[in-house]
C-alpha cells in the first residue's frame, strides 16, 4: 500500500491522519514570523484568536494556504476543484495558552454539504507538554451534535460539546514536528489541553472545501478563494487575491510576485 493510499484509509478508518515534513523551515518561520506581525497589527485579540477575518486582505496568509504541497494533501480528501472555507491561527503562548475545550467542528459552520477537510499545520513543534490537539478516534461516525456555550473556564471557542458524547480515556495526543500536518474530519470530537509550558504552541488550522460546497451567508464570506481547479456555476463568491503592499503587509519571500 502506498503512503497516501494507507493515510487515507487511516482517515476513513479513524477519523484523522498525519503527514510528516510537508512545508519546508524557511516558509514555517515566515509563518512564525506572520503570527508576531498579525499581534502587532491587532494588539487587543488573544493569540488564540486570529481568524479569517483577518485575512482577506493579507497576501502572506493567503499564499500559505494556497502552497501546493497543502493542496496536494487536501486534493485527496475533496477532489481536485478546492476553495477555502476559513482559516485560523491557535497560538498558545508559555505558560498561559487556553484549552480547545471537547468539540466537533460541523457544528459551527455554515457548509451544505458537510463536505470540508481540515488541515493543521504545525507552526511550533506541537507535543503533549504544550497543549497539542487531541483527537478521538473513529468518533466522525458520530452525528453532529449542537455545541453548548461554556465560559465558566477560559477557552479558545467558550464552549463545547456536551460531554456525555466524549469518553476521554479513548483519546489520542496529535504530537507533531514543525512543519508536519495533521488532517481530521469534521465530525470528529477533538480539543486541546492548556499550554502551561514555557514554549508556544501555534497551529495554522486550514479548512478547504471541494467548490461543490456552498458556504450559506449573506454576507461575502472573508476567506473564500478559490485556489484550484473549477468553480461550480451558482455556488458561492470568491475573493480576489489580495495583492501585495509594502505599506500594509508583511514582506515575504516572493511578495513582489504578489504586487
Ligand atoms: O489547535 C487546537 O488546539 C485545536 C484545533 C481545532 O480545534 C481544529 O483545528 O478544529
Known amino acids: ?26 516558509l514555517i518561520a515566515e509563518a512564525s514570523d506572520h503570527v508576531d506581525w498579525l499581534l502587532e497589527q491587532n494588539p487587543d485579540l488573544r493569540p488564540e484568536q486570529l481568524h479569517n477575518n483577518l485575512m482577506t ?12 504541497r497543502l493542496l496536494d494533501i487536501a486534493e485527496e480528501f475533496i477532489g481536485p476543484n478546492i476553495a477555502l472555507f476559513a482559516s485560523h491561527y491557535i497560538s498558545k503562548p508559555p505558560t498561559d495558552g487556553q484549552p480547545v475545550l471537547w468539540h466537533q467542528d460541523g457544528s459551527y459552520w455554515p457548509l451544505d454539504p458537510m463536505e470540508v477537510v481540515t488541515l493543521w499545520l504545525a507552526v511550533d513543534d506541537s507535543l503533549q507538554e ?7 478516534p473513529r468518533t466522525q461516525n458520530m452525528e453532529l451534535h449542537e455545541m453548548k456555550r461554556h465560559t465558566e473556564e477560559d477557552n479558545v471557542l467558550n464552549s463545547r460539546i456536551d460531554p456525555e458524547f466524549v469518553n476521554e480515556e479513548d483519546a489520542v495526543d496529535i504530537e507533531l514536528t514543525v512543519g508536519s500536518v495533521s488532517v481530521h474530519h469534521p465530525n470528529i470530537v477533538h480539543g486541546s489541553n492548556p499550554n502551561n509550558s514555557d514554549r508556544r504552541r501555534c497551529g495554522l488550522t486550514i479548512r478547504y472545501i471541494p467548490t461543490s460546497t456552498r458556504i450559506l451567508s449573506d454576507d461575502k464570506w472573508p476567506s ?6 473549477n468553480p461550480v456555476e451558482g455556488v458561492n463568491q470568491y475573493l ?14 516572493g511578495c513582489e510576485e504578489w504586487s
Request: hydrophobic share 35%.
Open 1 to 26: 500500500m502506498s503512503d497516501k493510499s494507507f493515510l487515507r484509509a487511516q482517515y476513513d478508518r479513524e477519523g484523522y491522519a498525519i503527514y510528516n515534513d510537508v512545508i519546508d523551515r524557511e
Open 57 to 68: 486582505d493579507d497576501p502572506f496568509w493567503v499564499r500559505l494556504i494556497s502552497d501546493d
Open 130 to 136: 504544550n497543549g497539542c490537539m487531541r483527537v478521538i
Open 224 to 229: 473564500a478563494f478559490l485556489l484550484r481547479g
Open 240 to 253: 480576489d487575491y489580495p495583492r501585495f503592499d509594502p505599506k500594509k503587509h508583511m514582506a515575504f519571500s
